[in-house]
């Protein structure tokens, strides 16, 4: 899976907002929109496992009981090829997971149709 970053933050829009959150940005994104001011072209390949290591390393457990938030984003993480593969383990580390689509995916889950590196109009 490709990933541009992982990090700390509190969600900053809609039902959740201001609650505390590991997010996972993936790369890529089939829109391509022009106006696009998130940063997905870059990105690294990383398996399920290290994903998962990174965002156990990241949350602060200092607390046993809080919910451990994990939003997955990106660009649009449904075109991530085994995003079924990492929710299970995510799940099975007990996290609760978000994902914020961009509504567009169109079924296809191979990411190397949507590579960031064939994008044109990248800024
Ligand atoms: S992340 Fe994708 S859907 Fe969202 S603005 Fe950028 S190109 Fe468009």
């Known amino acids: 899976m ?3 970053e992982i990090f700390k933050s509190l969600q900053g829009e809609g039902y959740n907002a201001g609650r505390e959150a590991v997010f996972i940005r993936f790369a890529g994104c089939n829109l391509n929109c022009e106006w696009c001011d998130t940063f997905w072209k870059e990105g690294k390949e990383m398996s ?11 949350w602060d457990d200092d607390n046993e009981t809080k919910t451990k938030n994990v939003i997955l984003t990106g660009g ?5 090829d085994s995003l079924m593969d990492l929710i299970n383990e995510l799940q099975a580390n007990q996290w609760k997971i978000y994902i914020e689509p961009k509504s567009k995916a169109d ?7 949507s ?8 800024t």
């Open 2 to 4: 490709k990933v541009v």
């Open 48 to 58: 399920i496992k290290e994903i998962v290591d990174a965002c156990n390393n990241i």
């Open 76 to 80: 649009e993480p449904l075109i991530q």
């Open 107 to 113: 079924g296809n889950t191979n990411a190397e149709k």
């Open 115 to 122: 590579n960031p590196e064939t994008r044109e109009n990248n």
